[in-house]
């Protein structure tokens, strides 16, 4: 079971504390949280919404994966401005008060409090009990050029493989090769226009969540998650020129699907950009379009 601490809430039970802003969890994050997990505690662990620009997982989503890699507790922070002028030693003090802490994990790189002053060799001051450096992990699949310096896995490493379109990269950061792992969307299915039911692509729509991240528009080969498994999925991300739409939002065809998925919680992974979105000139061109899309996803 998950815990969702906002507000003041303590945490009573003693348990290990990782700390850090958890905008999702990379392979950097699972490596804190496996050495976190070798005190037998229960484990708990910081969150950081509404921070600088988008984020890449979403309050709703992050709770999804930290619930799947076996968190206990979640305390969340929001991003105001009273929480950026917290000094380290402020930050500290009623952090501390909230959470009864065995030990502490946290990168070497790890920084805190008002203008970032706060650093692992503080913390140790103040901090209750044993604190444990971790090193940034770094991969050499990341890499541009053989021979090049290792790459840091980081959050903000991430959202520049999202923004630049190299969804391999990403997911290779955020373990893809384990449904759950990799980028994702996650969203209620809502009643849209039902244009693609009329051609033999029903679509699952999903509104854009506030403040997430996503991938740049066009339409991707990728898998959508429901409660009765998971579907190859052709996937849109933008608009719907063809049908005179041009409000941003999700469409997932899932291919082998049959039921209804109105009201129903999915989470969409795009693995492979197909084409940009487009102009058809009629339902039925876009209808033999997607039909090569179907066939490209299902080789």
Same mark, same amino acid.
């Given at each position: 079971?998950?815990?969702?601490?906002?507000?003041?809430? #303590?945490?009573?039970?003693?348990?290990?504390? =990782?700390?850090?802003?958890?905008?999702?969890?990379?392979?950097?994050?699972?490596?804190?949280?496996?050495?976190?997990?070798?005190?037998?505690?229960?484990?708990?662990?910081?969150?950081?919404l509404n921070g600088k620009g988008c984020a890449l997982f979403s309050k709703a989503e992050r709770e999804f994966l930290f619930l799947r890699a076996g968190v206990d507790y979640v305390l969340e922070f929001v991003f105001?401005?009273?929480?950026?002028?917290?000094? !380290?030693?402020?930050?500290?003090?009623?952090?501390?008060?909230?959470?009864?802490? +065995? #030990?502490?994990?946290?990168?070497?790189?790890?920084?805190?409090?008002?203008?970032?002053?706060?650093?692992?060799?503080?913390?140790?001051?103040? !901090?209750?009990? @044993? =604190?444990?450096? =971790?090193?940034?992990?770094?991969?050499?699949?990341?890499?541009? !050029?053989?021979?090049?310096?290792?790459?840091?896995?980081?959050?903000?490493?991430? #959202?520049?493989?999202?923004?630049?379109?190299?969804?391999?990269?990403?997911?290779?950061?955020?373990?893809?090769?384990?449904?759950?792992?990799?980028?994702? =969307?996650?969203?209620?299915?809502?009643?849209?226009?039902?244009?693609?039911?009329?051609?033999?692509?029903?679509?699952?729509?999903?509104?854009?969540?506030?403040g997430k991240l996503l991938p740049l528009d066009g339409v991707y080969g990728g898998l959508t998650a429901t409660e009765t498994g998971n579907f190859p999925s052709i996937v849109n991300f933008g608009s719907r020129p063809?049908?005179?739409?041009?409000?941003? #939002?999700?469409?997932?065809?899932?291919?082998?699907?049959?039921?209804?998925?109105?009201?129903?919680?999915?989470?969409?992974? @795009?693995? +492979?950009?197909?084409?940009?979105?487009?102009?058809?000139?009629? @339902?039925?061109?876009?209808?033999?379009?997607?039909?090569?899309? +179907?066939?490209?996803?299902?080789?």
């Open positions: 079971m998950l815990n969702i601490l906002q507000d003041g809430e #303590k945490i009573d039970c003693p348990c290990t504390l =990782v700390l850090g802003g958890f905008d999702g969890l990379h392979l950097g994050h699972r490596v804190l949280l496996d050495r976190a997990k070798q005190a037998g505690l229960p484990v708990a662990i910081t969150t950081i105001t401005d009273q929480f950026k002028d917290l000094t !380290a030693e402020t930050f500290c003090k009623d952090l501390f008060s909230r959470v009864n802490a +065995k #030990k502490i994990v946290c990168g070497e790189d790890f920084r805190f409090g008002r203008g970032a002053l706060g650093t692992p060799a503080l913390l140790k001051t103040l !901090a209750p009990c @044993p =604190v444990e450096t =971790v090193p940034p992990v770094c991969s050499d699949y990341l890499s541009s !050029a053989e021979g090049a310096p290792l790459k840091k896995i980081s959050t903000s490493a991430c #959202k520049e493989h999202l923004f630049r379109g190299e969804l391999d990269l990403l997911n290779a950061c955020l373990e893809s090769e384990d449904l759950g792992g990799g980028y994702f =969307v996650q969203g209620e299915v809502e009643h849209g226009r039902e244009e693609g039911r009329k051609y033999g692509f029903p679509t699952a729509n999903l509104s854009v969540p506030a063809t049908f005179g739409v041009f409000e941003r #939002k999700i469409e997932a065809h899932l291919i082998g699907f049959s039921g209804d998925l109105y009201g129903k919680t999915v989470r969409v992974y @795009p693995t +492979k950009f197909l084409r940009p979105i487009e102009r058809f000139s009629s @339902p039925e061109e876009l209808q033999r379009q997607l039909q090569r899309d +179907k066939e490209c996803i299902c080789k």
